[in-house]
Nanobody, 123 residues
């Protein structure tokens, strides 16, 4: 019943932009927080951003502040991650995740996950 389907990944040059989409089925965006996590080979999964369900307030990890923006379209039940000024260190598989409680930092707190979208930043 619940599905998070990601799209928008791909290959981009340093300094370029990508927008990831997370199409949500079976969850109310007003009652779930939606986070973006990423995982690079050999590294731990880390939270990139999170947007609260009740008021849409967004949080970001320090390394992406000013470059990434998360947003939601409640009419289309879609969550976005706009990524600008991409750098090679942003290369990772990006995951959309949802939790009923407010935004948490740990991946283990999240109840639902998208399939992952590969983002590769390379010249």
């Amino acid at each position: 019943q619940v599905q998070l389907v990601e799209s928008g990944g791909g290959l981009v040059q340093p300094g370029g932009s990508l927008r990831l989409s997370c199409a949500v089925s079976g969850l109310d965006l007003d009652y779930y927080a939606f986070a973006w996590f990423r995982q690079a080979p050999g590294k731990e999964r880390e939270r990139v951003s999170c947007i609260e369900g009740y008021d849409g307030r967004a949080k970001y990890r320090g390394s992406v502040k000013g470059r990434f923006t998360t947003s939601r379209d409640k009419g289309n039940n879609t969550v976005y991650l706009q990524m600008n000024s991409l750098q090679p260190e942003d290369t990772a598989v990006y995951y959309c995740a949802a939790v009923f409680t407010p935004c948490g930092s740990a991946a283990e707190e999240y109840d639902y996950w998208g399939q992952g979208a590969q983002v590769t930043v390379s010249s």
